[in-house]
Each structure stands twice: as structure tokens, then as C-alpha cells.
């Protein structure tokens, strides 16, 4: 368990805390490139951070995020109009370029060099890798996007959905490092069914308590969980956790799948859910399973990306399901996440929960996350927000005799990480 002043160390990323600062270190995705579609298309409002930002794309293409109150009178920029390399404030007709300069102050005078003191908060975006990302740190501190191999892959190879999670960044991510979890909130009763085919199968029944093991690395950590099989082999499920909050979540075939959780403001997280093949584009079938079950694209109402499946119809619960075909009534992985993480609250009390051998990756998430906002606090700066090339990794799902995980990794070292030569 944490203390109070440890949770909300933890779970408060607003402008000035130590783990807003260290976010603001990482460029996040805001955005799917789907809701800026075309140049000089409509602004898009969107939170991050806590801070009410306009995205918006403009005449050549180029993306920008601004504040979304205009330094003149505070009108909301969502309102303005999208033309001519920049965004115009409809209430006096200000307009900021995608830097933030005021390249128009038409109620001025001509003579008038006001416009030349004037700048919108602006942040860089970017749009790459099937995503449009965001960058609110130091200037000077600007680094390299991160190489996640998600982007480095053609956009036929991926699938990218988006949702809106009523809770903390931190649960959500909790959830995904928890592979205890998987043998009862994922569970159904019948072994063909789609929850089961990216599985091997039984080992998640014959042994529900997985001894985990982890290595702090120079981009967050990596854990295994240990299941022990009928013929006294190993199941080893590797995970991987990319600061600040992505994970790669094993299976033993390509596709692989993952979410990233970016915080919205303390209470609501947008969540990134994706899947991607380096080898091969993807197949239609498995991008449409992938986003009944365990994706997020089809489940959300467009537009807000509030899932249909929410705590006001109790995620479409079904009691006689629950009886006879799942563990949970809850259809799809995703759904069966959230109702667990948003019935803890907005931000879960981590003062009165009592952590077993099972929560070593929840543990280990929590440490390095606030001892990397601690060290920032100090003047350092976190090694990977600066050098994108350590997020080149992958996961590992294998059946294996050996029984240490650090000998596990040097077995299978170069399958866990991208080819530098190709992504594939």
C-alpha cells in the first residue's frame, strides 16, 4: 500500500506536480490522424494534462495543439476559423500559426506592432506512426519521437483505436502489468471461443498463480510471469512497460496488441489500443475481432470516444452468461478491464489495498515511475524520453524449460528485440 502523500504523488499530473512534470518530458499521442483528416479541416478540443488544448491542421498540413483560450480575451479558439496556414479567432480575428505566433491582429491599426508581442501556449505535434502526437516539455528539451516498433510499421500492418476511461492513468496500466488477472476476469468456459485463440490454452486454469520476476531497463521494465505446465515446463508470458505508460502484452503469434494510457487530467485517461504485424499486413477479421473484443474503436460513441459499454448500463452485464459462459457476463478484454478499474473510483485509494507475490509488477511500476519524478525534481532528466532507439523491443510468449527469468532473456534476446535493418 501507499501513503496518501505517495498516491497522490502518484496520480496528480496537472501543470507543477513532479509527475506532470515528468510526463511533459515524453511526447504522447493526442490524437488518431482520423480527426484532423484533411488541411484546414475543423479544430478538434482535446485535454491533456489537465490543460484544454485546439488541435488543428493546417494549409500545408502541419499539425499544431494551442491553448484553447485566445491570449486577447480568453474566447475558446475551438470556435475559430481553420484557413490560410493558421487559425483565426472568430471573436476579434486573431490568428495563430501552429507555433503560436500571432501572424494577424486585424483590429488593430496597420501602424500597430502589438501582434509582434503576442503568442499563443503552443506545443509541437507531430504526425507519425499512425498517430498524432503532442510535446508540452522545455523547448530546448524537445527529443526525438520514440521508436515503438507500432510506428516503424506500414499503416496496413496496424490498427490504432481510441477511448476515454473514466479513471486514473494509473489503474488502467495496472491492469495491463497484472497477468494474475487474466486466469479469472478473462476466463470463459469454452475453450473455442475468441478470448481463448490468442492464447496456448490451459496453462492459465492449471496454474492460477504465477510467480513473476522482473529487470528495470533503461526505457521502464520487464517482467515475466512463470506458470508452471502438467509436464513440468514453463508458460512465461514477458511483458514489456515502456515509459511512460505503453505496454506490449505477450501472445505467442503475431499480430501483437498493447495500449498506451495517456492522462486526460487526474480522473479520465485516453486510452490508445492497438495491434500491429511487422511481417505482413493485417487481416481484415482480426481487425474486426480485435475491435468487437478487445479493441476500442467500435465500442465508442464517435466523436466524445465515451464507450457504449460504461458504469451507467453496468458494461452490458449479463448474469446468465456469467453462470454459464464467462467468468465475468462482460463481453470483449477491453469492457471487463474498465469495469474493474473505473469500480475503483477515479483514483483508487492505494492507503488501504494489501499487495501479495502476484503485484510485483504493480509494485515495481509505482517505484520507478515516482523515483523517475523524484530525480527529475533533482535535475535529472529521464534517460528515455531522450533516447527513442531503447523503445525498439518486444514481448515474449514461449514455452520453455528454463526456470530463471535472467536466463530466459539471454535465451531469447534477439527475438525480443526490432531488427535494425527493418521492423519486420
Not at 232 to 254: D, N
Amino acid at each position: 500500500m501507499l501513503t496518501q502523500q505517495d498516491n497522490d504523488f502518484l496520480t496528480q499530473v496537472g501543470h507543477g506536480t513532479p509527475m506532470g512534470e515528468l510526463w511533459r518530458r515524453f511526447w504522447l499521442p493526442a490524437l488518431l490522424p482520423a480527426e484532423l483528416p484533411d488541411p484546414d479541416c475543423p479544430p478538434v478540443r482535446h485535454q491533456l494534462l489537465g490543460e484544454n488544448l485546439v488541435l488543428f491542421r493546417d494549409t500545408t498540413g502541419r499539425v499544431g495543439a494551442i491553448a484553447d483560450s485566445c491570449p486577447h480575451r480568453g474566447a475558446s479558439l475551438f470556435f475559430g476559423r481553420n484557413e490560410e496556414d493558421g487559425l483565426r479567432c472568430v471573436y476579434h480575428g486573431w490568428k495563430f500559426d501552429t507555433s503560436g505566433t500571432c501572424v494577424d491582429m486585424p483590429n488593430e491599426p496597420a501602424e500597430s506592432n502589438f501582434k509582434h508581442k503576442i503568442r499563443a501556449t503552443a506545443y509541437p505535434a507531430r504526425d507519425w506512426g499512425g498517430l498524432i502526437w503532442v510535446y508540452m516539455g522545455p523547448p530546448q528539451l524537445e527529443p526525438a519521437l520514440p521508436q515503438i516498433e507500432l510506428c516503424l510499421v506500414p499503416d496496413s500492418h496496424r490498427y490504432i483505436g481510441k477511448a476515454l476511461h473514466e479513471n486514473n492513468f494509473a489503474q488502467g496500466i495496472e491492469g495491463d502489468i497484472d497477468s494474475a488477472h487474466v486466469s479469472f476476469l478473462h476466463r470463459t468456459f469454452d475453450p473455442s471461443a475468441e478470448a481463448n485463440q490468442a492464447r496456448r490454452g490451459t496453462e492459465f486454469y492449471e496454474d492460477l498463480a504465477p510467480r513473476l520476476t522482473f529487470k528495470e531497463t533503461d526505457y521502464g521494465f520487464v517482467y515475466g510471469a512463470r506458470r508452471t505446465r502438467t509436464d513440468g515446463s514453463y508458460y512465461w508470458r514477458v511483458t514489456q512497460t515502456l515509459l511512460p505508460t505503453w505496454t506490449l502484452i505477450p501472445g505467442p503469434t503475431w499480430p501483437c496488441s498493447g495500449h498506451a494510457y495517456i492522462p486526460m487530467d487526474d480522473h479520465h485517461t485516453w486510452v490508445f489500443g492497438y495491434t500491429f504485424n511487422p511481417k505482413q499486413p493485417l487481416d481484415p477479421q482480426h481487425v474486426e475481432n480485435f475491435k468487437r473484443g478487445g479493441g476500442l474503436a467500435a465500442q465508442v460513441h464517435p466523436g466524445t470516444f465515451k464507450p457504449v459499454l460504461n458504469k451507467e448500463n453496468d458494461y452490458g452485464i449479463d448474469r446468465d452468461v456469467q453462470r454459464t459462459r464467462t467468468y465475468t457476463g462482460i463481453f470483449g478484454g477491453n469492457a471487463q478491464d474498465r469495469a474493474i478499474v473505473e469500480s475503483m473510483g477515479y483514483v483508487l485509494d492505494r492507503t488501504v489495498e494489501h499487495l501479495g507475490t502476484s503485484d510485483i509488477a504493480v509494485i515495481t511500476f509505482r517505484r520507478i515511475l515516482m523515483k523517475l519524478a523524484q530525480q527529475l525534481q533533482k535535475g535529472v532528466e529521464p534517460y528515455a524520453a531522450t533516447h527513442g532507439d531503447v523503445y525498439r523491443v518486444r514481448r515474449l510468449d514461449v514455452v520453455d524449460p528454463e526456470a530463471e527469468f535472467g536466463m530466459l532473456l539471454g535465451k531469447h534476446a534477439e527475438v525480443m528485440h526490432v531488427p535494425s535493418a527493418s521492423p519486420a
